[in-house]
């Protein structure tokens, strides 16, 4: 217990929260904002509590005033499996806790009145949180769904991809239909930069991946996945084509023909000890 206790010590609250408590102070809307931090704690503390128990890596778990985002020190080498886990373990905490509500309400203990309002905030984060936009939650299986099928490096484009197009469409409805919501002007403005930030770093991010596969763990592999590459391709190429839960054999064709597969750990030796970063892949058939 105490080892779940202490994930509270990793809670940062983002300054736009502190920024709404300054104006629901103002506007005597207090009580439910406090209603609102509840729901928020509980529910980074389900993605948290998760990724705890698959001894996940937790820097830090962050509240925004329209959600939140537990932070992990992992760089997408952890099964597919645990990494869904933890995804909705979330807005698994907003079912519970309305179902909970909903028969305190029925024995009394709460008004219909709070109750109808925990259950609009609950269902407005839930269905917002979905949304598939980097670094919701519903960006985040956008990202996994994308990583089953292609190499990290093209999954983390494409769900960037798609997030920019999705927050595009409500930037346009947004103008449309409710141009003076201050609210939705701050939360949208998070998300975009939100997606630019993650787009400046993607080259950080992969080498991050790259390097953690290179010194992590080695058994979080589902599956033997060959890459046949012809001899011409580079050393960064062939790594981008690395694909998250897959251990990859580098095929080489030299020739026509395909060599003696090298193991990708041969590879990424190669990238980062030898610093190989824009020879061609073949030249490491006359090295190992």
Not at 45 to 50: E, K, Q, S, T
Not at 155 to 167: D, E, P
Not at 234 to 248: A, D, E, I, N, P
Request: include cysteine.
């Amino acid at each position: 217990m105490n080892k779940y206790v202490k994930l509270l010590r990793k809670i940062e609250i983002h300054p736009l929260l502190w920024l709404i408590v300054g104006v629901a102070v103002i506007t005597a809307h207090f009580r439910e904002l406090l209603m609102l931090f509840f729901i928020i704690l509980v529910h980074e503390m389900g993605h948290a509590a998760c990724a705890h128990f698959f001894s996940w890596r937790i820097k830090k778990i962050q509240l925004l005033p329209f959600g939140g985002v537990a932070e992990m020190d992992e760089h997408g080498n952890r099964p597919l499996r645990e990494e869904l886990l933890v995804i909705v373990a979330g807005p698994i905490q907003n079912i519970w806790m309305v179902a909970l509500a909903y028969f305190l309400t029925l024995g009394s203990v709460i008004s219909e009145k709070t109750f109808d309002l925990f259950l609009y905030h609950n269902v407005v984060l839930f269905f917002f949180n979905l949304l598939p936009i980097w670094p919701l939650d519903g960006g985040k299986l956008l990202y996994l769904f994308f990583s089953y099928r292609h190499s990290f490096f093209e999954a983390h484009k494409r769900m960037l991809f798609v997030s920019s197009i999705v927050a595009l469409i409500i930037l346009m409805g947004m103008v449309v239909y409710s141009p003076t919501n201050l609210n939705f002007w701050v939360i949208l403005s998070f998300l975009f930069f939100s997606i630019v930030m993650e787009w400046r770093k993607r080259h950080y991010v992969f080498m991050r991946f790259l390097l953690e596969r290179y010194y992590g763990k080695q058994d979080t592999f589902t599956k033997l996945k060959p890459l046949v590459v012809d001899e011409s391709e580079m050393v960064y190429t062939v790594l981008s084509m690395f694909q998250r839960g897959c251990k990859h054999p580098i095929v080489i064709q030299k020739d026509g023909e395909n060599q003696s597969p090298l193991d990708e750990n041969e590879l990424l030796h190669a990238y980062f000890n030898d610093k190989k970063i824009t020879q061609p892949v073949g030249e490491l058939l006359y090295l190992y």
